[in-house]
């Protein structure tokens, strides 16, 4: 599964990720992305991890397209996980080796890291659903 829900009016991408992933998926929130970039020069993203099953070679190509396209792109990334210590450790990598700033949440933190990401509290009734799988 993958959802993306965008928030036109502030900047803010809300991905949520688990199951199988797909080529289709990546390229179903690409044009928003690349919109979000043009509008803010730099996006913050909230990224929902649930229990990842597989991912088709694919979508892997696919993703590492997009972390090098994008790479200076971001701005902050909220990585919400259920605790996972590679999770975890994967964020804090991150945030060393990119420009963005990137911080891991646990489920119970949702809200907190959906206000972080934003940098202000979001406005809930103004989302836009912009891919599901």
């Excluded at 929902?48 to 994008?70: C, N, R, S």
């Excluded at 450790?89 to 949440?105: D, I, R």
């Amino acid at each position: 599964m993958f959802n993306a829900v965008d928030y036109p009016d502030q900047n803010l991408l809300s991905l949520t990720i688990a199951g199988h992933l797909t080529k289709e998926d990546y390229a179903g929130v690409e044009p928003t992305l690349a919109a979000k970039v043009k509008r803010y020069g730099k996006v913050n993203v909230y990224l929902e991890i649930g229990k990842m099953d597989d991912a088709t070679l694919p979508a892997l190509w696919e993703e590492i397209k997009q972390d090098v396209k994008h790479f200076t792109d971001f701005n902050r990334a909220a990585i919400v996980s259920n605790g996972n210590a590679l999770l975890k450790a994967a964020a804090g990598v991150t945030n060393t080796l990119t420009p963005a700033e990137v911080k891991h949440f646990t489920e119970d933190q949702k809200a907190e890291a959906l206000r972080w990401a934003l940098g202000a509290d979001p406005t809930q009734e103004e989302t836009k659903q912009i891919y599901n799988s």
